[in-house]
Each structure stands twice: as structure tokens, then as C-alpha cells.
């Protein structure tokens, strides 16, 4: 297809097309894990729930990819494979939220004390010496 063709799907019809992508995405995770003998058979509800799971991280992904002004073509690309990815997709994404929320907490910490840092819980060798530390 041509860009003006993708242009004209993508800015018309932005929300099912995202849709139909994890969907289809969905339904390939589906197929995977049948033949790779993770489920035993076809099941409806197990499609549905890779379909569910499928969009969320779809949508998602395409909210991530419009806010960081990645190219359409590109987007659809990281939607369908993000989609297939399912529940590992969702997991890397809460990785990645959880560390920008502990930087942004950090900062604005740091705007209203300029001397507070966070440091990392004692490793263990630490925590032993602090108890024999205490036994003493």
C-alpha cells in the first residue's frame, strides 16, 4: 500500500485500527501457544483473554508511541509486536513506568530538599556487620 493510503487509515480511523492490529496480534499469540502445545486445543476463552490483554498493551503502546512522535508506519509496527507480546509487554512497561515515577519522585524531592538523596537498602554483608556491630 502506498503512504497516502496508510495516512489516510491511520488518521481516519486511528482507534479500530490499533484495535484490529492487537486483535490480530491476539490471535496470532493464540495460535502460537496451541501449536507450541501451551494450551491443549482452541479454547474461546483463552482467545478472548489474549484479545483483552492484546488491546490494552495496543492502545497503550500507541499512546506511548503518539506522545514520543514516532512515525505512523513505525507505530503500527511497535503496536502489533507489543500486542503479541502480551502480558510480557505489560510487565516491561511497568518496569519502565516504575523507574520514571522513583526519577521523577527523586527530583521533585530534591527541588524542596536540596540535601535528601535516596540511597539503596544495605547489602547483606552490611546488615551483618551492623548486627555484630551490635552484639559488641
Known sequence: MSDKVWDFLIGWSIPIYVVFLSVWAGTAHTIRRIRQREIPHFSIREWVGDIVISSLIGVLTFHLCRYAGVDNMLMAVYVGVASHMGTRALSLFERIFSAW???????????FLPDFTLRE???YD????????LEE
Not at 552490611?126 to 556491630?133: D, I, L, M, N, R
Open 121 to 123: 537498602p544495605p547489602t
Open 101 to 111: 515515577i522513583c526519577v521523577a519522585l527523586e527530583k521533585t524531592i530534591k527541588k
Open 126 to 133: 552490611q546488615q551483618e556487620e551492623a548486627k555484630k556491630k
